[in-house]
């Protein structure tokens, strides 16, 4: 079907009452628009930007080298065109993309007559310009991470003008990821989308992968990944220049151990019915269940180093418990689970990782760390914004290399990672903890914990970047790419619907709480808000349980009468949900034949308040985001409704409201697509 203009009417229901208005759809060709963001994550050290562009036309890829990364490299930039403009990069061309190092004469002297430099390990020289694109490491590595650089300044009309100086302020730059059997699904973007943000490796939760110890001791648990995708993990990780550092949580945290009931006898607190902590004296502990478990990950990861957790192992459990526990005091059962278990690695040619907190508290600081192994790499988690990381250098001073491990909240990757430089650490980790089954809620209920590799790997790899602008939108395009593309449709003219003005300056618009706690900033007409255009003119607020909202309809009814691919709602709610998912209204999508599909609208997955930023779901796609006249942060987003039935001309969307403290709040609507 063509598009075209037109008019519609529309009917508004009111509760108990109906009410007819005009309503006007207009036809635009770039209803949906995803472009390149333009902005370079991580932000190099060294970078100016001109106004050309290298067209597409005649453009082939050349390799200087063999190093694996050079043919990784390769790899990523022709998936890169491919997903993004549906074109393939061929190897030969009238004008070249270049990879390769230093240790070719030529690339070296290009770079040097380009007046940049390709210098440190992991450092690279990119310049992009009319003769061509050059990516040039200092090293294999460089350049693979070079080209990821190069993959941000493609756009549908060819590559950025750039030129480039580039290397990471630290050396070792982490991101955890889980094993569960949920890990291809996840893992196999998540993989790829960390190695394009530089990341050199995985801590790999690794507590209930179904280990043969596991299996035959009958503590297996089913949805623990398996010994076969454990390994595919780690190759793949691999393949994409990330160093697994499998982590198996020991001496406390362990209740994978007893699952099932199983091993009972070797929990260290005989009373305790959920056990955090194994018993230390009792052989057992180490030749039935830890030794194997430990060999077994050393065989499947063929890691560089194992994390072995020791970390809040009193928090739960009594710990010592057993009277021949008591009498060697917890110091000494602590070191000597430590240095068991890293002999053991030792012998095997493997590092050992532990947290900080308990080796290195402030009761014991003084002491145990000094019966420890120097050769322990302790990763230091702090998860408070700021700047006070002050262990950091102490427990570095104290002859260790560490780590720092930070965690999702604003702020306090970017406040770490300077710290971590500052003091020389080995590098950083950026924390997930999303629960042992919970692979999937890195995209839909703990969102914010990917959003935050986004800011973590920019301040790892450029402690002086500062922060990401739209990180969220970065995730987004960077786990699920897209193509770059424009899809034609229709704005909805939603002015005869409106309830509530988006400004108010006599307490009678949006929530009634005057000038200084509005939307005004949310621009009003046809603009673009994230990849979707909307016609803003008010809000169709619904009805809601709070005194502001309690005289708005009920129901608002939408007359379309199109076909579409797909309905953008950039909607919100006046205030916040009582719990995360709870059902707060919905959408009833009516079709000429009559049939009907209702789209609820879960708080948190589907919609939030303007005023609750934190990006729990990337189902609703980041769309505007701002201040209120008071500096309030505030947001809203777009959920882009898939239609299940294209084929079928959309008669109404009736918009429903639960009336509860959280009242959906329409502020636009476009049909995506002509349907089939």
């Known amino acids: 079907m063509q598009l075209h203009n037109t008019l519609l009417g529309t009917v508004l229901l009111l509760t108990g009452a109906a009410q007819a208005a005009p309503l006007q759809l207009s036809p635009i060709p770039d209803a949906r628009a995803l472009a390149p963001l333009g902005t370079l994550v991580p932000a ?8 050309g562009i290298l067209p597409l036309t005649g453009l ?43 240790a070719d004469a030529g690339l070296a002297a290009k770079v040097k007559a380009a007046g940049l430099t390709a210098t440190g390990a992991e450092g690279y020289a990119l310049w992009v310009e009319v003769g061509g694109a050059y990516v040039v490491g200092a090293d294999a590595r460089g350049a693979y991470l070079g080209a990821q650089t190069l993959r941000q300044l493609l756009t549908p009309g060819g590559l950025k003008f750039a030129r480039i100086s580039d290397a990471p302020a630290l050396s070792q730059r982490v991101a955890m990821i889980y094993l569960d059997q949920y890990s291809a699904a996840v893992n196999d973007k998540l993989i790829p989308m960390l190695a394009a943000l530089k990341y050199n490796r995985v801590l790999v939760m690794s507590n209930y992968v179904q280990w043969d110890t596991a299996k035959a001791g009958g503590f297996s648990h089913p949805g623990g990944a398996s010994k076969a995708e454990a390994a595919r993990v780690a190759a793949l990780a691999r393949s994409y220049g990330l160093e697994p550092i499998p982590l198996i949580e020991t001496l ?16 260290q607190d005989t009373e305790s019915q959920n056990p955090w902590a194994y018993d230390t004296l009792n052989p057992a502990t180490y030749t039935r269940v830890i030794l194997p478990i430990l060999k077994e990950a050393v065989d499947v990861f063929k890691p560089k180093v194992i994390h072995i957790g020791h970390d809040e192992v009193r928090n739960r459990d009594r710990f010592p418990a057993r009277e021949n526990g008591k009498a060697l005091g917890f110091e000494k059962l602590f070191v000597d689970d430590v240095l068991k278990l890293h002999g053991f690695l030792r012998e095997r040619g493997v590092g050992t990782m532990i947290w900080h907190d308990t080796a290195f508290a ?22 408070a914004p700021g700047n006070s990381f002050g262990l950091l250098g102490r427990i570095k001073a104290l002859g260790f290399p560490v780590l720092g491990a930070s965690w999702a909240e604003v702020g306090n990757a970017e406040g770490f990672a300077k710290s971590a430089a500052q003091v020389g650490a080995s590098g950083m980790i950026q924390t997930r903890w999303t629960g042992y089954f919970g692979n999937p809620s890195i995209w839909d209920g703990a969102a914010e914990q990917g959003v935050a590799f986004v800011r973590a790997a920019n301040s790892f790899w450029n402690p002086a970047a500062g922060s990401v602008p739209n990180a969220e939108g970065v995730y987004r395009a960077s786990y699920g790419p897209e193509a770059y593309r424009a899809t034609p449709g229709m704005v909805v003219n939603l002015a005869p619907l ?38 803003v003119s008010g809000a169709v607020m619904l009805k809601g349980s709070r005194p502001a909202a309690k005289d708005l309809p009920e129901r608002v009814t939408v007359e379309l009468g199109r076909k579409a691919d797909s309905i953008a709602f950039l909607h919100t709610t006046g205030w916040p949900a009582a719990t995360a998912r709870e059902v707060i209204g919905r959408y009833e999508v009516r079709y000429a034949d009559g049939s009907l599909i209702n789209q609820p609208l879960e708080y948190g997955r589907h919609i939030r308040a303007w005023t609750d930023t934190l990006t729990t779901s ?14 309030l942060d505030v947001a809203v987003p777009v959920l882009d409704w898939v239609n299940p039935k294209p084929d079928k001309v959309i008669s109404s969307v009736t918009l429903i409201s639960e009336g509860k403290n959280a009242n959906l709040t329409l502020i636009g609507l476009t049909l995506i697509g002509e349907g089939k």
């Open 60 to 102: 082939g890829v050349l390799v200087v080298g063999t190093a694996p990364e050079l043919g990784w490299a390769m790899r990523d930039l022709r998936a890169e065109w491919k997903t993004r403009l549906g074109a393939e990069l061929p190897d030969a061309g009238k004008v070249m993309v270049t990879v390769g190092t230093v």
């Open 498 to 535: 409106v309830t509530r003005s988006l400004t108010d300056n006599d307490e009678k618009g949006w929530i009634l709480k005057g000038a200084d706690i509005d939307l005004r900033n949310l621009k009003t007409g046809v603009n673009r808000f994230g990849a979707y255009k909307f016609n």
């Open 362 to 383: 402030d009761s014991v600081i003084g002491t145990l760390p000094a019966k420890l192994p120097k050769d322990l790499q302790v990763a230091y988690w702090n998860y």
């Open 44 to 51: 190099p050290k060294q970078a100016s930007f001109s106004a």
């Open 252 to 267: 406390g945290h362990v209740g994978w151990m007893f699952h099932g009931g199983q091993n009972m006898d070797l929990r």
């Open 618 to 631: 990337m189902i609703p796609a980041p769309a505007w985001a701002g201040k209120t006249k008071d500096g």
